[in-house]
């Protein structure tokens, strides 16, 4: 054997590392996600009655055992209605962000290697889409093409668009001067390969973390221009709506717009909190 | 002058429970060098700290002794040290660009020592700052010490920060690695400037992996390996009759100092019966007056590569030596095909392979021979996918080498043994790897196409001199075995002695001389080559001492990073 330390082992002081302990948001977090997901698939494992089906003499019915969150003003169930709402409003969060993102790497992909001139025609068009705030585009689009869960999901995704566009764009730069495509290059494969292989799954690695949060942020919007009266149409059970219909009775029966209100916000932290708690996984395992 | 000993017995140190440094015992008298000598992860830059109470969190330190001019370091309050760093013990530390805040003038810096100590008043200061840096033979030190470190040269940031480690006379200084990563005249120069130290009568400690600069500074070497001492003497006897294996393996490993072919490690490897290819083996490549230029941040145009002809023959080495800026990178990434020249032609087996003009060639008409011209590049990390395992690295070279996806498990075991890692390793993330595993993996990968040649970009500057030893050797072998032509880049000329057949001499983008290994370096035409041979440190008893070249006006013009006017178009 040689007096040479021949390296088999890593270099430095290995730390030892503390066991991981299951932190409570988190683990909250994804269970309400895990939840929703399942409510959103098979409904009636949670709710037993018809979301839409009007019980006059049970109009106004406060929370309690029969009805948990009470009924609304037609003596629809509101428990069932949140449960059934969830469908639409992680199906309108999913679908939106898809779209924002299928926008945004069309575009960063044109602005990060297309060329200089390609790349200033983009950075312009994000520029002036900026200039606008998001809801108020979202509104316009709502205005020309109708309302309806079509146009919301589009509405939605487009104002979201530009700043994934321009996350995508700054990774793309980033990564495409990066050794390993220089590399890949030298290795004779094509530019094709090079770009769905190597330059987009890493450049689109940290956006992870931000299209989780990005879902709760398009449920939010969604149920805003739902709230407005231009997505989903009552009597149909959506969160956003049933805030709507709810916010004339606010004084007398507040569960209308509590419970559905409720699950927008824990929606939302939910998304955040595991976000982050993903963030913070993946970094660690990147450094 | 200072009458002030460091006295240092039984020094342990612990991280965790787990001992880094054990029983190291050594005394640094006034006026005299100690050289702290071993490889990464050896506990040299720990023990160095730990003499400034920065060991680092969770360092549990003991010692019998630990003492400067009498004051004892053991006990000492947060407070006491910082009244002890700077003031009467100097340290200065490895990087110097990440070790000078980069929005801060460089005099500031030194200034802020000053301040910090409360030496002098505002005039006397900024008087003492620019004195300082022309101590250390900074040139123009009124300017420089006005501008920030990314509008310096390595050369200079070294030298400002040894400035501020000098700032208030310290009697002890401490120095990290002081010229790991310099050229050979720019290293040439901080030698200078720490025997300058040695001279006044203060006390030098340096770490260093390099003997040969150790050989330049050094009364007393202390070789560490895995937190012990393993030799410790005076300089001479160690460096010259080395005791310990160990000792003897690492002079060993110092390339340039031994007769070509010798092999560099212990590791046992082919034993070549057959000559080398000679001068007239078949030409692979041929470079024919390369030119380009840059536009450089300040709207100027550089001529960073011209009129560069040079001819690669099938089985041989051809060296590329020059330091920072000559523009050899640059020829390589041309040669590579990564980057269009503004002048010249490159051919390859007689085909066209890169030009300008009618002489232009389609990437694609290029792609279909890139599986011949392989790359290693100084940085093997930067250079894989962070996602993907050793195991993914090679199949994505396999593939593009057409391998079947059923072949290639067996071809990528059979990879990893030829650069002698164990199989097990493909399972592994690059990220998991040491330096030299990692350059291992990169030239795995090289070889996984079958290419006639390499090009080696500077593939051992960031190793270790035992682990670059390896790595030369390994490259030896593959070049015998697999009949590889190597076009060999480096900074340093004992490396591209001990490699090439050929060597081609570069400064500001020109050829300076190029003539066969033995010719260039027995009797160098050029002035230049001349100057940059006088300035490689050697080990004591190996031809002749250290030539310390004039200092010359450093030409700020071809300071600028190469690698930040790139854009690679895919």
Known sequence: MSELTLETTLPGIRVQRAPRKVRLGPLLA??????????????????????????PHDAFHPPGWAHWFGTDQSGRDIFSRVIHGTRQSLFIGLAATALAMSIAIVLGLLGGLGGAYLDRGVNWSLEILFAFPSLILALLFVAIFGSGIGPLIVATGLGGAPGYARMVRGQVLAVRNAGYIESAKALGH??????????????????????????????VWASALSFLGLGARPPAPEWGTMLSMGRDFIANAWWLTFFPGLFIVLTTLSTTVAGRYLQQRLEGRLS | MSDKHLIVEDLSIEFAGQSVVRNLSFTLAPGKTLALVGESGSGKSVTARSLIGLAGAGAKVTARTLSYGGQDLL??????????????????????????????????????????????????????VVELLEKVGVPEPRLRARQRPDQLSGGLRQRALIASALALSPGLVIADEPTTALDATVQAQILEVLQEIKARGDSLLIISHDLAVVAQLADEVLVLRHGEVVEQGPMEQVLRKPRHPYTRALLDAVPGEHVRGTRLSPERGIVSTQPRPGRDAQVLLQADRLGKRYVGPDQQSRQVVDDVSFELRA???????????????T???????????????????????????????????????RRDISVIYQDPLSSFDPRWSVGQILADALDVAGIALAQQPARISQLLSQVRLPAQLASRRPLQLSGGQRQRVAIARAIASDPKIIICDEPVSALDVSVQAQVLDLLADLQTSLGLAYLFISHDLGVIRHVSDEVLVMRHGKVVESADVETLFERPQHEYTRRLLGAVPRLPGAGTKLVVPPLEAENTAWLFDESRLWKIAI
């Open chain 2, 75 to 128: 006990g000492l309050s947060e407070r006491g040290w910082r009244g002890l760093r700077g003031k009467g013990i100097g340290f200065v530390l490895q990087d110097a660009l990440v070790s000078l805040d980069p929005l801060r003038p460089v005099g500031k810096e030194i200034l802020e020592v000053l301040k910090t100590h409360g030496w002098g008043d505002r005039h006397t200061r900024a008087e003492r």
């Open chain 2, 331 to 369: 020829v390589a990434r041309i040669v590579l095909g990564l980057l269009q020249p503004d002048a010249g032609q490159v051919t390859f087996l007689d085909q066209p392979w890169a030009g300008v003009g009618n002489d232009q060639v389609e990437e694609k008409q290029r792609r279909l021979y």
């Open chain 2, 315 to 329: 089985g041989r080495t051809l060296g590329i030596v020059g330091e920072s800026g000559s523009g050899k990178t």
């Open chain 1, 30 to 55: 994804v269970s309400f996600l895990g939840f929703l997901i399942l409510a959103a698939l098979l409904p009636q494992l949670f709710a037993h009655s018809d979301p839409l089906a009007i019980v």
């Open chain 1, 190 to 219: 094509p530019p094709l390969r090079i770009i769905t292989r190597q330059l987009l799954p890493n450049a689109m690695r940290p956006l992870i973390v931000t299209l989780t949060m990005g879902v709760g942020q398009a449920i």
